[in-house]
Structure formats: C-alpha cells, structure tokens
T-cell receptor
Framework: GNSVTQMEGPVTLSEEAFLTINCTYT??????LFWYVQYPGEGLQLLLK?????DKGSNKGFEATYRKETTSFHLEKGSVQVSDSAVYFC?????????????FGKGTKLSVIP | DSGVTQTPKHLITATGQRVTLRCSPR?????VYWYQQSLDQGLQFLIQ???????AKGNILERFSAQQFPDLHSELNLSSLELGDSALYFC?????????????FGPGTRLTVL
C-alpha cells in the first residue's frame, strides 16, 4: 500500500535558520504530493503541492520538489520566522478507478525561537 | 475564518454511546471531507461527499457513517464508541470534487470518550 514517512520531530530552530523537513513516500504509479501546515489550535492549510515528477511547489517562502528517482518531497525554507512554528504534514494522493487514496505522514512539529 | 463551521466544538461522552458531528461547508462548496486526528493514528482521511453522493472512502470504520444533505451540510455519525475514538474530527470543503483543489478546513470537533 501507500505510505509516507516524515522525519521525526520536534524540530527547534532559531529565527532565520534554514529549514529542511524530509519526506519520502511509497506508492505505485504517479501520486500527487502535498505539504499541509497546522498552526496551533487550527485546522489544516494546504501549503504547497506538486502533481508530477520534477515539479516544484512553492508558497510563502517554502519549496518542495517532487523527486521520483528518490521518492522524496522534502520541504525547505531559507529563513524561518517565529510565525512558521506549526506542525507540517506531508501527504500523497493516488488516484485510480474513479476514486483515490489519501495518505498522510505523522507530522513534524517545528518550533522557531527568536 | 475559513467559512466552514463545525458543531459542537467539544463533545464528551461514554463508551458504547453514539454521537453526531455536524459540518456546514463554505457557501457554494459542493464537496465535504471528514478527517480524524488522534495521537495514536495521526491524521487520517475518513470520507468525502460531493453534492450529496459519497465520492471517496478512506480509513472509515464500519461503526462510523456520514451523509450529506440537500442543503450540502454533512453529518458524521459515530456509534458504539470506544476510548480509541477520542480525537479531533475535522471537516473540510471545496467547490469541486477533486481532492487536489484547495480545501478549506473547519475548526474541528474534539471528541472525548470516557
């Protein structure tokens, strides 16, 4: 079946540090890949997505590139801010036969300190 | 404010009981998605409805059921509750029937089973 593996958290960084959150996946075919963010006390927000190999999703300074050869979709940001403190979820969707399967990673908690 | 409303905000009940969670999508959105977030299981997609019809099913237990009404609001029914059903239940909505389109999440209903 499909699976998503994220790096274990929590991750604590100083403001303006470089962020990488690793995500690798297992799926047949060509899934679409997503990063979601959950701020404290809130629901999920779509951060970025990529629907085919070599696509780069980007939003709010975050980037992730769909790497089929390494089955990865690592999230990066060049300079984090305190406001980026949240839980980040990597996810994939695999479509087929008129339906789809959605799989989330376990989430990585990021804390950014001033 | 995403425009998606969920009631109640908190629910405390006992094992073996049945509860109903309600979700009203954003005005004009035809799809409603239900998710469960717990410490044990992480974040899981449960089910999607589009314009009153079931569109996709995820890891939803047989004890759980959902429906979407003609006014497009949706209800998630959880029966024969167990301690492990304690979780945060989110609903989300979007205009089309495609998961990959941006989903707008409600604030969630926190269910505690004692």
């Amino acid at each position: 079946g499909n699976s998503v593996t994220q790096m274990e958290g929590p991750v604590t960084l100083s403001e303006e540090a470089f962020l990488t959150i690793n995500c690798t996946y297992t799926a047949t075919g060509y899934p679409s890949l997503f990063w979601y963010v959950q701020y404290p006390g809130e629901g999920l927000q779509l951060l970025l997505k990529a629907t085919k190999a070599d696509d780069k999703g980007s939003n709010k300074g975050f980037e992730a590139t769909y790497r089929k050869e390494t089955t990865s979709f690592h999230l990066e940001k060049g300079s984090v801010q305190v406001s980026d403190s949240a839980v980040y979820f990597c996810a994939l969707i695999r479509s087929g036969a008129g339906s789809y399967q959605l799989t989330f990673g376990k989430g990585t908690k990021l804390s950014v300190i001033p | 404010d995403s425009g998606v409303t969920q009631t109640p905000k908190h629910l405390i009940t006992a094992t073996g009981q049945r509860v109903t969670l309600r979700c009203s999508p954003r005005s004009g959105d035809l799809s409603v998605y239900w998710y469960q977030q717990s410490l044990d299981q992480g974040l899981q997609f449960l089910i999607q409805y589009y314009n009153g019809e079931e569109r996709a099913k995820g890891n939803i237990l047989e004890r759980f059921s959902a429906q979407q009404f003609p006014d497009l609001h949706s209800e998630l029914n959880l029966s024969s509750l167990e301690l492990g059903d304690s979780a945060l239940y989110f609903c989300a909505s979007n205009a089309g029937q495609t998961f990959t389109d941006t989903q707008y999440f409600g604030p969630g209903t926190r269910l505690t089973v004692l």
